[in-house]
């Protein structure tokens, strides 16, 4: 009675169990509806000089492919060899056989006397190679059609082919990761192979990514693959840097905007400058802060604030803040020599000095109410107008004072200002639209800089600042005090936990400073670098820095918009960016918000 009992029992054999296989056509299986169909690699190449199933792995064709090697006695084998050996060059030398027959008896001969060679001399040892491929399609002309087409791509690498006709079931099983070698279809498909042959048939050669705790960029071009990048995993990448690269339209600003959206959401503090506003939108459905800074705007940052979070390493604060004005100026006063970079630093030391504040660490900080020790705000430090003045009570700086003049007077006075803002969110875009095209690298390493100190001030929690037209900060407009400064960024960001991304579509410009130095350095130092679609120019530009091959350029030339090739550590992928429609209207449609 019990067994009667369990015989009406469910297990999980039977939910696994398909609900009907068909296995009348001797071309197919079908099983639920779905159609297999196998093939049988009989023969291959004498010899190759590549992976033998590199072009198989870089179809999109759903398939199943089994590899088996069996390994053989290497005492039996030499034994046999030696044997057979011995009776063909007898009968190669009695000649009594007409002559197609001692040119097959010679070819088969010398083989027999390689392999010995290499088993005795040399160690190798002698394997059985099976290898079946089973094909997926969800009809049966799309499974015509793909048998052949995985016939040709296994021909034209030079192997020899054989349908299972007859024989898919056995193929079918034989491909299923059981361990199962079907003695149907062994016979007809074993080949002798070397142990130094099965380098060749290493079958796990497509670039697929898949970091555990990575987000989503999109899938792989050649095999349809997902990729899935953690850039913080430091034991995998040596920096989180990125480089983002592509002609207008190529759909690189996209990209960008869905890393800061799938960031977001993993609750990483995120920094962007925008000087196209281009990121508003994303901004505002994320619920970031934007900051529109600019002569319309009663957003103010004061470029003199020195920060409690901006010390680094043993340097003191104003030993700090000093060789970062000394890039500001330089934008400011152009190209400064020892003496005038000695002047301004005197006048630099002497504004802090009025304010209370010197080299003296403890002088940054103050009494508050209660007479707890404080670090001193924004409204205790100078501003640009006190750097004017001090320029102006003296003869040898009248120069410094008249390039200063727009900052303290005229279209530039919004800059003459202490901070009024306080930057508590963890995704913060800058717009520096409004500052136009001849005074953006103002605004750009403006909030580079407080960015930068926000980015310090906690070593254990991730965060990326996004650089987008970084072109204009270590290109030829720029000079060497600020390139220094944003190469620092790149060489150092990673120790405080955090990710620069350097993003532009005029490649050349960005390479044309010190002969391409700050440009080249920024591209080593980061680990992952995304080249979108690129006209000929920046591509031949682009060849010069970085490590691309022929094939490469020819790809980056004739991607589609939203295609990339990235360069992920060690692996070259070609990737198509990839999205939901929910993310699309979240970074280009501003939504209402309830």
């Given at each position: 009675m019990i067994e009667n009992f369990y015989l009406g029992m469910l297990n999980t054999k039977d939910k696994m169990a398909p609900s009907y296989i068909n296995n009348k056509n001797p071309k197919y299986l079908e099983i639920d509806g779905i159609f297999y169909s196998g093939i049988l690699v009989i023969d291959y190449y004498r010899e190759y000089s590549d992976i033998i199933f590199k072009n198989l792995m870089h179809t999109n064709i759903n398939m199943y492919i089994s590899v088996f090697y069996e390994k053989q006695?290497?005492?039996?084998?030499?034994?046999?060899?030696?044997?057979?050996?011995?009776?063909?060059?007898?009968?190669?030398?009695?000649?009594?056989?007409?002559?197609?027959?001692?040119?097959?008896?010679?070819?088969?001969?010398?083989?027999?006397?390689?392999?010995?060679?290499?088993?005795?001399?040399?160690?190798?040892?002698?394997?059985?190679?099976?290898?079946?491929?089973?094909?997926?399609?969800?009809?049966e002309n799309e499974i015509e059609r793909n048998i052949n087409k995985i016939e040709g791509i296994l021909q034209s690498s030079g192997m020899a082919t054989r349908k299972a006709n007859f024989r898919q079931e056995q193929t079918f099983f034989s491909c299923l990761p059981l361990m199962i070698n079907h003695e149907d279809i062994k016979r007809v498909s074993r080949r002798n192979i070397l142990s130094s042959g099965l380098v060749a048939t290493y079958p796990f050669i497509s670039s697929n990514l898949c970091d555990e705790q990575g987000i989503f960029i999109g899938s792989n071009i050649y095999n349809n693959s997902m990729i899935f990048v953690d850039r913080f995993d430091r034991e995998k990448y040596k920096n989180a840097?990125?480089?983002?690269?592509?002609?207008?339209?190529?759909?690189?600003?996209?990209?960008?905007?869905?890393?800061?959206?799938?960031?977001?959401?993993?609750?990483?503090?995120?920094?962007?400058?925008?000087?196209?506003?281009?990121?508003?939108?994303?901004?505002?459905?994320?619920?970031?802060?934007?900051?529109?800074f600019g002569p319309t705007s009663n957003t103010f940052i004061n470029i003199l604030d020195i920060r409690e979070d901006s010390i680094e390493e043993e340097k003191g604060f104003l030993t700090t803040k000093i060789g970062k004005l000394r890039g500001f100026f330089s934008l400011v006063l152009g190209d400064l020599d020892e003496e005038k970079i000695a002047?301004?630093?005197?006048?630099?030391?002497?504004?802090?000095?009025?304010?209370?504040?010197?080299?003296?660490?403890?002088?940054?900080?103050?009494?508050?109410?209660?007479?707890?020790?404080?670090?001193?705000?924004?409204?205790?430090m100078p501003i640009l107008q006190d750097v004017y003045e001090a320029f102006e009570k003296d003869e040898k700086t009248i120069f410094f004072k008249r390039k200063?003049?727009?900052?303290?007077?005229?279209?530039?006075?919004?800059?003459?200002?202490?901070?009024?803002?306080?930057?508590?969110?963890?995704?913060?875009?800058?717009?520096?639209?409004?500052?136009?095209?001849?005074?953006?690298?103002?605004?750009?390493?403006?909030?580079?800089?407080?960015?930068?100190?926000?980015?310090?001030?906690?070593?254990?929690?991730?965060?990326?600042?996004?650089?987008?037209?970084i072109w204009r900060l270590i290109g030829v407009t720029s000079n060497q005090f600020v390139a220094s400064f944003i190469y620092k960024?790149?060489?150092?960001?990673?120790?405080?936990?955090?990710?620069?991304?350097?993003?532009?579509?005029?490649?050349?410009?960005?390479f044309s400073l010190n002969e391409g130095?700050?440009?080249?350095?920024?591209?080593?130092?980061?680990?992952?670098?995304?080249?979108?679609?690129?006209?000929?120019?920046?591509?031949?530009?682009?060849?010069?820095?970085?490590?691309?091959?022929?094939?490469e350029k020819i790809e980056i030339k004739s991607l589609k918009r939203g295609e990339s090739l990235m360069f992920i550590g060690d692996n070259h992928i070609l990737a198509k960016v990839e999205c939901s429609e929910e993310e699309k209207n979240l970074v280009t449609k501003i939504t209402e918000k309830r």
């Open positions: 006695d290497t005492y039996k084998t030499i034994k046999s060899l030696t044997y057979f050996i011995g009776n063909v060059g007898v009968d190669l030398k009695s000649g009594n056989t007409n002559r197609e027959d001692i040119d097959i008896a010679a070819y088969t001969y010398n083989d027999a006397k390689y392999i010995r060679k290499e088993m005795q001399v040399n160690n190798e040892e002698l394997y059985y190679l099976y290898t079946y491929v089973t094909i997926i399609a969800e009809s840097n990125m480089c983002i690269f592509g002609t207008s339209g190529a759909g690189k600003s996209f990209y960008t905007k869905l890393l800061i959206l799938r960031c977001r959401m993993l609750g990483l503090e995120q920094y962007v400058i925008d000087p196209e506003r281009e990121y508003d939108k994303v901004c505002k459905n994320l619920d970031g802060i934007l900051i529109k002047l301004l630093e005197e006048k630099l030391i002497e504004v802090y000095r009025e304010k209370g504040i010197t080299f003296d660490d403890a002088s940054l900080y103050k009494q508050d109410e209660k007479g707890n020790m404080i670090f001193k705000s924004s409204k205790d200063l003049y727009p900052f303290i007077y005229g279209s530039l006075k919004f800059l003459n200002h202490h901070t009024n803002i306080q930057l508590t969110n963890k995704l913060i875009v800058a717009d520096i639209y409004e500052l136009g095209e001849d005074n953006l690298q103002y605004g750009m390493y403006i909030f580079i800089e407080l960015f930068f100190d926000k980015i310090k001030k906690d070593r254990n929690v991730k965060k990326a600042i996004y650089l987008d037209e960024i790149f060489k150092t960001i990673r120790k405080y936990g955090g990710s620069a991304v350097a993003i532009t579509q005029d490649v050349s410009d960005l130095a700050y440009g080249k350095s920024i591209l080593n130092n980061s680990s992952i670098k995304s080249f979108f679609s690129l006209e000929e120019e920046n591509i031949m530009v682009l060849e010069k820095y970085a490590n691309i091959t022929e094939k």
